[in-house]
């Protein structure tokens, strides 16, 4: 399958700094890519879409001016947590989608191996 | 509404039995995609498989097989004689032709403990 890679693994800050975290998808173009936040013992969340060199589409209840996303090419997109604060210590997941070529759609998310956020 | 149901949270079985994830999924799409995903402890979510709605025939991959029947709108997941390695949390997952971006939809997950 295809490779997804995302930095860093694991951060850990104090509260009031800004964390990013950077998701890039290493042997195909994803035009689109997802952000997911997930909670112990819990599913993944949606928390944005993003699509290259657009504006990202965030679910509701996800504020936008805290979770920044930035996809600026067909490979990379960051997410900026800003202002984090202990409530935003979580696991987040990015995703790219590899659509395929052809008639056939292909449409396969695969996902980056996490980062986990610790918030002091 | 919950559009992909996975009623077993969790299973535990002894290592070498066989063990049937269930997923039930819920839409009025004709075109949509299912997929199963394993997410390990260390976290990273590994693609299993994708049907897409067009295409109910089963599929075995090594240990693994999938039973996609439409009828009653499940794609249950079965790994034969398991094995420690096969522990996980497995996520059943809907993607519709109409959702924007085909967002994906996960089901609450199933985690799977084999025992030695």
């Known amino acids: 399958g295809a490779v997804v890679s995302q930095h860093p693994s694991r951060v850990i800050c104090k509260s009031g700094t800004s964390v990013k975290i950077e998701c890039r998808s290493l042997?195909?173009?994803?035009?689109?890519m997802f952000w997911y936040r997930q909670f112990p013992k819990q599913s993944l969340m949606l928390m944005a879409t993003s699509n290259e060199g657009s504006k990202a589409t965030y679910e509701q209840g996800v504020e936008k001016d805290k979770f920044l996303i930035n996809h600026a090419s067909l490979t990379l997109s960051t997410l900026t947590v800003t202002s984090a604060h202990p409530e935003d210590s979580s696991f987040y997941i990015c995703?790219?989608?590899?659509f395929g070529v052809g008639a056939v759609a292909k449409n396969i998310q695969y996902f980056g191996a996490g980062t986990r956020l610790s918030v002091l | 509404a919950q559009k992909v149901t996975q009623a077993q949270t969790e299973i535990s079985v002894v290592e070498k039995e066989d063990v049937t994830l269930d997923c039930v999924y819920e839409t009025r799409d004709t075109t949509y995609y299912l997929f199963w995903y394993k997410q390990p402890p260390s976290g990273e979510l590994v693609f299993l498989i994708r049907r897409n709605s067009f295409d109910e025939q089963n599929e075995i991959s090594g240990r693994y097989s999938w039973n996609f029947q439409k009828s009653t709108s499940s794609f249950n997941f079965t790994i034969t004689a398991s094995q420690v390695v096969d522990s996980a949390v497995y996520f059943c997952?809907?993607?519709?032709?109409?959702?924007?971006?085909?967002?994906?939809?996960f089901g609450a997950g199933t985690t799977v403990t084999v025992r030695a």
């Open positions: 042997d195909f173009q994803a035009t689109t």
């Open positions: 997952a809907l993607s519709e032709a109409g959702s924007n971006d085909y967002k994906l939809s």
């Open positions: 995703s790219a989608r590899d």
